[in-house]
Protein backbone atom coordinates (compact mmCIF):
# COMPACT_ATOMS: atom_id res chain seq x y z
CA UNK A 1 0.00 0.00 0.00
CA UNK A 2 1.10 3.58 -0.76
CA UNK A 3 2.59 5.26 2.41
CA UNK A 4 0.78 8.00 2.26
CA UNK A 5 -3.17 6.61 2.48
CA UNK A 6 -3.21 7.06 6.33
CA UNK A 7 -1.52 10.28 6.09
CA UNK A 8 2.08 12.31 6.41
CA UNK A 9 3.84 14.47 8.91
CA UNK A 10 3.93 17.19 8.17
CA UNK A 11 6.41 21.03 9.20
CA UNK A 12 4.83 22.82 11.62
CA UNK A 13 5.97 26.62 11.66
CA UNK A 14 7.17 26.02 15.95
CA UNK A 15 9.67 23.44 14.35
CA UNK A 16 8.40 20.40 14.67
CA UNK A 17 6.34 17.45 12.52
CA UNK A 18 2.74 16.87 12.87
CA UNK A 19 0.89 13.75 11.52
CA UNK A 20 -2.05 14.74 9.67
CA UNK A 21 -4.45 12.56 8.34
CA UNK A 22 -5.55 12.30 4.68
CA UNK A 23 -8.93 11.94 4.16
CA UNK A 24 -10.85 9.41 5.89
CA UNK A 25 -10.99 6.48 5.04
CA UNK A 26 -9.03 6.10 1.48
CA UNK A 27 -10.48 3.71 -0.29
CA UNK A 28 -7.08 1.80 -0.39
CA UNK A 29 -7.86 0.98 3.29
CA UNK A 30 -10.64 -1.91 2.36
CA UNK A 31 -8.37 -3.47 0.18
CA UNK A 32 -7.92 -6.84 2.77
CA UNK A 33 -5.71 -9.96 1.81
CA UNK A 34 -7.39 -13.12 2.02
CA UNK A 35 -5.53 -14.36 4.24
CA UNK A 36 -7.12 -11.22 6.81
CA UNK A 37 -10.29 -12.06 5.28
CA UNK A 38 -10.09 -15.26 6.30
CA UNK A 39 -9.20 -14.52 9.74
CA UNK A 40 -12.23 -12.01 10.03
CA UNK A 41 -14.27 -15.22 9.22
CA UNK A 42 -12.75 -16.88 12.01
CA UNK A 43 -13.20 -14.40 14.43
CA UNK A 44 -16.95 -13.96 13.49
CA UNK A 45 -17.68 -17.77 13.93
CA UNK A 46 -16.35 -17.27 17.70
CA UNK A 47 -18.26 -14.44 18.49
CA UNK A 48 -21.30 -15.73 17.55
CA UNK A 49 -19.70 -19.36 19.58
CA UNK A 50 -19.43 -17.29 22.84
CA UNK A 51 -22.56 -15.71 22.29
CA UNK A 52 -24.70 -19.19 22.63
CA UNK A 53 -21.83 -19.97 25.37
CA UNK A 54 -23.12 -17.01 27.58
CA UNK A 55 -26.37 -18.02 26.88
CA UNK A 56 -25.86 -21.27 29.07
CA UNK A 57 -24.82 -19.16 32.13
CA UNK A 58 -26.76 -19.15 35.49
CA UNK A 59 -26.96 -15.11 35.33
CA UNK A 60 -24.73 -13.82 32.19
CA UNK A 61 -25.20 -10.22 33.99
CA UNK A 62 -22.98 -11.16 36.90
CA UNK A 63 -20.43 -12.59 34.83
CA UNK A 64 -20.36 -9.67 32.85
CA UNK A 65 -19.39 -7.52 35.43
CA UNK A 66 -16.50 -9.35 36.16
CA UNK A 67 -15.55 -9.80 32.60
CA UNK A 68 -15.78 -5.88 32.35
CA UNK A 69 -13.81 -5.23 35.66
CA UNK A 70 -11.21 -7.28 33.81
CA UNK A 71 -11.21 -5.05 30.70
CA UNK A 72 -11.24 -1.82 32.92
CA UNK A 73 -8.36 -3.34 34.85
CA UNK A 74 -6.11 -3.91 31.80
CA UNK A 75 -7.21 -0.65 30.38
CA UNK A 76 -5.93 1.20 33.45
CA UNK A 77 -2.85 -0.83 33.51
CA UNK A 78 -1.92 0.11 29.99
CA UNK A 79 -1.37 3.76 31.18
CA UNK A 80 0.10 2.66 34.20
CA UNK A 81 -2.17 2.30 36.98
CA UNK A 82 -0.92 0.04 39.26
CA UNK A 83 -4.01 -1.30 41.19
CA UNK A 84 -5.52 -4.79 40.51
CA UNK A 85 -8.81 -5.96 39.80
CA UNK A 86 -8.64 -7.73 42.88
CA UNK A 87 -7.94 -3.65 44.12
CA UNK A 88 -10.79 -2.82 42.05
CA UNK A 89 -13.30 -5.52 43.94
CA UNK A 90 -12.31 -4.29 47.31
CA UNK A 91 -12.35 -0.83 46.68
CA UNK A 92 -16.55 -1.64 45.52
CA UNK A 93 -16.98 -3.65 48.41
CA UNK A 94 -15.96 -0.60 50.60
CA UNK A 95 -12.80 -2.78 52.12
CA UNK A 96 -10.23 0.26 51.09
CA UNK A 97 -10.94 3.52 50.33
CA UNK A 98 -9.25 5.56 47.15
CA UNK A 99 -6.18 7.04 49.50
CA UNK A 100 -5.46 3.40 49.70
CA UNK A 101 -5.14 2.51 45.99
CA UNK A 102 -5.40 4.19 42.73
CA UNK A 103 -7.94 1.63 41.42
CA UNK A 104 -10.59 4.83 41.40
CA UNK A 105 -9.01 4.73 37.92
CA UNK A 106 -10.73 1.20 37.01
CA UNK A 107 -14.01 2.02 38.37
CA UNK A 108 -14.42 5.08 36.86
CA UNK A 109 -13.71 3.48 33.56
CA UNK A 110 -16.52 0.53 34.38
CA UNK A 111 -19.08 3.88 35.32
CA UNK A 112 -18.08 4.80 31.70
CA UNK A 113 -18.64 1.94 30.27
CA UNK A 114 -21.96 1.26 31.72
CA UNK A 115 -23.27 4.96 30.86
CA UNK A 116 -22.07 4.07 26.99
CA UNK A 117 -24.34 0.79 26.89
CA UNK A 118 -27.06 3.21 28.32
CA UNK A 119 -26.58 6.05 26.27
CA UNK A 120 -26.04 4.16 23.04
CA UNK A 121 -30.25 3.50 23.24
CA UNK A 122 -30.91 7.25 22.83
CA UNK A 123 -27.68 8.05 21.00
CA UNK A 124 -25.33 7.04 17.96
CA UNK A 125 -21.97 6.69 17.79
CA UNK A 126 -20.81 10.12 17.01
CA UNK A 127 -18.66 12.89 18.21
CA UNK A 128 -21.13 14.25 21.21
CA UNK A 129 -21.61 10.77 22.18
CA UNK A 130 -17.64 10.09 22.53
CA UNK A 131 -17.27 13.77 24.18
CA UNK A 132 -20.16 12.36 26.63
CA UNK A 133 -17.97 9.22 27.12
CA UNK A 134 -14.98 10.58 27.93
CA UNK A 135 -16.82 13.41 30.29
CA UNK A 136 -17.93 9.85 32.39
CA UNK A 137 -14.43 8.52 32.27
CA UNK A 138 -12.55 11.72 33.22
CA UNK A 139 -14.12 13.70 35.41
CA UNK A 140 -12.68 13.44 38.83
CA UNK A 141 -10.33 10.61 37.84
CA UNK A 142 -7.23 10.47 39.34
CA UNK A 143 -5.01 9.69 36.93
CA UNK A 144 -6.48 12.84 35.09
CA UNK A 145 -3.89 15.39 34.09
CA UNK A 146 -5.08 18.33 32.76
CA UNK A 147 -7.77 16.62 30.46
CA UNK A 148 -10.43 19.00 30.31
CA UNK A 149 -13.04 16.17 30.69
CA UNK A 150 -15.73 15.93 27.52
CA UNK A 151 -14.02 18.80 25.61
CA UNK A 152 -11.71 18.18 22.46
CA UNK A 153 -8.31 19.55 22.99
CA UNK A 154 -7.01 23.28 21.81
CA UNK A 155 -3.99 22.88 22.05
CA UNK A 156 -0.77 20.55 20.48
CA UNK A 157 -0.90 17.25 22.35
CA UNK A 158 2.26 14.79 22.11
CA UNK A 159 3.15 11.00 22.92
CA UNK A 160 6.81 10.29 24.70
CA UNK A 161 9.39 12.84 24.54
CA UNK A 162 9.23 15.94 26.35
CA UNK A 163 7.96 18.32 23.53
CA UNK A 164 6.52 18.19 20.35
CA UNK A 165 9.85 18.08 18.33
CA UNK A 166 11.57 15.47 20.71
CA UNK A 167 7.99 13.19 21.01
CA UNK A 168 7.47 9.23 19.27
CA UNK A 169 4.12 10.46 17.77
CA UNK A 170 2.82 13.81 17.60
CA UNK A 171 -0.97 14.01 16.55
CA UNK A 172 -2.83 16.16 14.11
CA UNK A 173 -3.19 20.18 15.32
CA UNK A 174 -6.11 21.50 15.95
CA UNK A 175 -7.55 22.56 12.70
CA UNK A 176 -6.62 19.67 11.51
CA UNK A 177 -7.92 17.70 14.20
CA UNK A 178 -11.37 18.89 14.12
CA UNK A 179 -11.57 18.24 10.13
CA UNK A 180 -10.33 14.52 10.72
CA UNK A 181 -13.00 14.20 13.19
CA UNK A 182 -15.84 15.68 10.94
CA UNK A 183 -14.60 12.09 8.46
CA UNK A 184 -14.26 9.71 11.87
CA UNK A 185 -17.41 10.40 12.42
CA UNK A 186 -19.08 10.23 8.80
CA UNK A 187 -17.18 6.60 8.67
CA UNK A 188 -19.10 5.85 11.94
CA UNK A 189 -22.22 6.65 11.07
CA UNK A 190 -21.21 4.63 7.42
CA UNK A 191 -21.96 1.27 9.06
CA UNK A 192 -22.04 -0.81 5.59
CA UNK A 193 -18.94 0.46 3.81
CA UNK A 194 -17.61 -2.72 5.45
CA UNK A 195 -17.70 -5.89 7.59
CA UNK A 196 -18.09 -4.64 11.75
CA UNK A 197 -14.90 -6.42 12.67
CA UNK A 198 -13.27 -3.90 9.94
CA UNK A 199 -15.51 -1.28 11.02
CA UNK A 200 -14.33 -1.20 14.83
CA UNK A 201 -10.95 -2.03 13.50
CA UNK A 202 -9.97 1.05 11.81
CA UNK A 203 -12.32 2.90 14.30
CA UNK A 204 -9.96 2.14 16.84
CA UNK A 205 -6.68 3.32 14.82
CA UNK A 206 -8.20 6.33 13.26
CA UNK A 207 -9.18 7.34 17.00
CA UNK A 208 -5.76 7.03 18.17
CA UNK A 209 -4.28 8.88 15.32
CA UNK A 210 -6.62 11.76 15.88
CA UNK A 211 -5.72 11.52 19.43
CA UNK A 212 -8.51 14.66 20.18
CA UNK A 213 -8.30 15.17 23.85
CA UNK A 214 -5.61 16.11 26.22
CA UNK A 215 -6.27 13.03 28.47
CA UNK A 216 -7.53 9.56 28.17
CA UNK A 217 -7.51 8.76 24.53
CA UNK A 218 -6.24 5.48 25.06
CA UNK A 219 -9.24 4.35 27.98
CA UNK A 220 -12.04 6.22 25.33
CA UNK A 221 -10.61 4.26 22.51
CA UNK A 222 -10.75 0.72 23.87
CA UNK A 223 -14.60 1.53 25.64
CA UNK A 224 -15.24 2.62 22.01
CA UNK A 225 -14.18 -0.53 20.45
CA UNK A 226 -16.52 -2.94 22.99
CA UNK A 227 -19.26 -0.25 22.26
CA UNK A 228 -18.97 -0.34 18.79
CA UNK A 229 -19.10 -4.39 18.55
CA UNK A 230 -22.27 -4.10 20.88
CA UNK A 231 -23.71 -1.51 19.27
CA UNK A 232 -23.30 -3.75 15.58
CA UNK A 233 -25.31 -6.45 17.26
CA UNK A 234 -22.50 -9.69 16.96
CA UNK A 235 -23.32 -10.58 20.64
CA UNK A 236 -26.00 -9.66 22.91
CA UNK A 237 -24.22 -8.40 25.88
CA UNK A 238 -21.15 -6.80 25.55
CA UNK A 239 -18.86 -9.45 27.18
CA UNK A 240 -16.10 -9.62 24.33
CA UNK A 241 -13.18 -7.05 25.85
CA UNK A 242 -9.75 -6.44 24.21
CA UNK A 243 -7.48 -4.74 26.73
CA UNK A 244 -6.49 -7.47 28.61
CA UNK A 245 -5.32 -8.56 24.96
CA UNK A 246 -3.49 -5.24 24.03
CA UNK A 247 -1.91 -5.23 27.89
CA UNK A 248 -0.71 -9.07 26.96
CA UNK A 249 1.19 -7.66 23.99
CA UNK A 250 1.44 -4.03 25.18
CA UNK A 251 4.73 -3.30 22.76
CA UNK A 252 2.79 -5.04 19.63
CA UNK A 253 -0.17 -3.31 20.39
CA UNK A 254 2.23 0.03 20.00
CA UNK A 255 3.88 -0.95 17.15
CA UNK A 256 1.16 -2.03 15.40
CA UNK A 257 -0.75 0.99 15.71
CA UNK A 258 2.25 2.61 14.65
CA UNK A 259 2.26 0.69 11.17
CA UNK A 260 -1.41 2.08 10.86
CA UNK A 261 -0.44 5.50 10.86
CA UNK A 262 2.71 5.35 8.74
CA UNK A 263 0.76 3.91 5.91
CA UNK A 264 0.22 -0.03 6.62
CA UNK A 265 -3.06 -0.60 8.19
CA UNK A 266 -3.23 -4.34 7.41
CA UNK A 267 -0.57 -5.10 9.93
CA UNK A 268 -2.98 -3.25 12.29
CA UNK A 269 -5.98 -5.09 11.27
CA UNK A 270 -4.01 -8.02 11.50
CA UNK A 271 -3.49 -7.41 14.73
CA UNK A 272 -6.73 -6.40 15.99
CA UNK A 273 -8.19 -9.66 14.58
CA UNK A 274 -6.17 -12.07 16.19
CA UNK A 275 -6.96 -10.09 19.62
CA UNK A 276 -10.25 -10.83 18.33
CA UNK A 277 -10.16 -14.47 17.80
CA UNK A 278 -7.61 -14.85 21.17
CA UNK A 279 -10.31 -12.93 23.41
CA UNK A 280 -13.33 -14.93 21.78
CA UNK A 281 -11.40 -18.55 22.30
CA UNK A 282 -10.74 -17.31 26.42
CA UNK A 283 -14.27 -16.02 26.87
CA UNK A 284 -15.21 -19.47 25.75
CA UNK A 285 -13.23 -21.00 27.85
CA UNK A 286 -14.06 -18.95 30.97
CA UNK A 287 -17.91 -19.34 30.75
CA UNK A 288 -17.14 -22.47 30.46
CA UNK A 289 -15.13 -23.05 33.40
CA UNK A 290 -17.64 -21.18 35.17
CA UNK A 291 -20.89 -22.92 34.49
CA UNK A 292 -18.82 -26.10 35.18
CA UNK A 293 -17.51 -24.62 38.67
CA UNK A 294 -21.71 -23.35 39.10
CA UNK A 295 -22.57 -26.76 38.89
CA UNK A 296 -19.83 -28.36 41.24
CA UNK A 297 -20.67 -25.62 44.22
CA UNK A 298 -24.56 -26.45 43.93
CA UNK A 299 -23.78 -29.95 44.28
CA UNK A 300 -22.11 -29.19 47.21
CA UNK A 301 -24.71 -26.78 48.73
CA UNK A 302 -27.70 -29.59 47.63
CA UNK A 303 -26.26 -31.81 50.32
CA UNK A 304 -27.15 -29.01 52.95
CA UNK A 305 -30.73 -28.83 54.75
CA UNK A 306 -33.37 -27.21 52.65
CA UNK A 307 -33.42 -24.58 55.04
CA UNK A 308 -29.13 -24.08 54.73
CA UNK A 309 -29.37 -24.75 51.33
CA UNK A 310 -31.54 -22.30 50.62
CA UNK A 311 -29.99 -19.28 52.33
CA UNK A 312 -26.40 -20.99 50.77
CA UNK A 313 -27.61 -20.55 46.70
CA UNK A 314 -28.63 -16.77 47.11
CA UNK A 315 -25.12 -16.20 48.38
CA UNK A 316 -23.70 -18.21 46.16
CA UNK A 317 -24.90 -16.46 43.83
CA UNK A 318 -24.72 -13.09 44.49
CA UNK A 319 -20.66 -13.87 44.82
CA UNK A 320 -20.71 -14.08 40.92
CA UNK A 321 -21.25 -10.79 40.82
CA UNK A 322 -18.65 -9.94 43.99
CA UNK A 323 -16.76 -12.48 44.75
CA UNK A 324 -15.23 -10.70 47.89
CA UNK A 325 -17.35 -10.25 50.84
CA UNK A 326 -17.78 -10.07 54.47
CA UNK A 327 -20.52 -10.57 57.06
CA UNK A 328 -22.18 -7.00 56.10
CA UNK A 329 -22.15 -7.77 52.82
CA UNK A 330 -24.07 -11.18 53.07
CA UNK A 331 -26.49 -9.69 56.37
CA UNK A 332 -27.57 -7.26 52.85
CA UNK A 333 -28.34 -10.32 50.97
CA UNK A 334 -30.49 -12.48 53.31
CA UNK A 335 -31.77 -9.91 55.71
CA UNK A 336 -29.97 -11.91 58.10
CA UNK A 337 -28.96 -10.91 61.55
CA UNK A 338 -24.58 -10.75 62.37
CA UNK A 339 -24.80 -14.12 63.14
CA UNK A 340 -26.70 -15.86 60.82
CA UNK A 341 -24.56 -14.21 58.06
CA UNK A 342 -21.73 -15.75 59.69
CA UNK A 343 -23.27 -18.79 59.51
CA UNK A 344 -23.80 -19.12 56.05
CA UNK A 345 -20.21 -17.69 55.29
CA UNK A 346 -18.57 -20.51 57.62
CA UNK A 347 -20.99 -23.29 55.69
CA UNK A 348 -19.47 -22.01 52.53
CA UNK A 349 -15.66 -21.82 53.85
CA UNK A 350 -16.35 -25.98 55.12
CA UNK A 351 -17.60 -26.56 51.44
CA UNK A 352 -14.52 -25.06 50.43
CA UNK A 353 -16.67 -22.77 48.10
CA UNK A 354 -15.24 -19.29 50.31
CA UNK A 355 -12.20 -19.09 51.91
CA UNK A 356 -10.28 -16.28 54.45
CA UNK A 357 -8.54 -13.87 52.57
CA UNK A 358 -6.48 -13.53 55.87
CA UNK A 359 -6.91 -15.84 59.05
CA UNK A 360 -5.34 -13.56 61.47
CA UNK A 361 -7.90 -10.97 61.21
CA UNK A 362 -10.32 -10.83 64.01
CA UNK A 363 -12.51 -7.60 62.87
CA UNK A 364 -13.89 -7.30 59.87
CA UNK A 365 -13.04 -10.53 58.55
CA UNK A 366 -13.20 -11.22 54.33
CA UNK A 367 -13.54 -13.92 51.88
CA UNK A 368 -13.38 -14.65 48.79
CA UNK A 369 -14.55 -16.96 45.90
CA UNK A 370 -11.58 -17.72 45.46
CA UNK A 371 -11.46 -20.64 42.57
CA UNK A 372 -13.95 -18.01 40.65
CA UNK A 373 -11.00 -15.35 40.79
CA UNK A 374 -8.70 -18.36 39.37
CA UNK A 375 -10.94 -18.68 35.84
CA UNK A 376 -10.14 -14.93 34.86
CA UNK A 377 -6.28 -14.94 36.20
CA UNK A 378 -6.14 -18.15 33.87
CA UNK A 379 -8.12 -17.02 30.79
CA UNK A 380 -6.22 -13.94 29.24
Request: proline share 4%; hydrophobic share 40%; net charge negative.
Amino acid sequence: MESNIIGNDVDQKEGFKAFVPSDFPPAELLNISGDVLQKIAQAGHLIGKLDGTTHQLPDVEFFLKMFIFKDATASAQIEGTKATMVDALEMEAGLVSVEDTDADDILHYIDALNFGIERLSDLPMSKRFIKELHAKLMTNAPATHFADPGSWRRSQNWIGGTSPANALYVPPPVKEMERSLNDFETYLHNETITLPIIHTAYMHSQFETIHPFLDGNGRTGRLLITLQLYRFGLLEKPILFLSSYFKQHQKEYYWALHEYHHGNPEVWLEFFVDGVIQTAQDAIGACRSINKLYIEDTQKIQQLGKRESESSMKVLLKLFGRPIVTSTTVMGWTGFSRNGAQNVIDRLVELNILEPRDENEKYGKSYSYRRYFEIFSNHQ
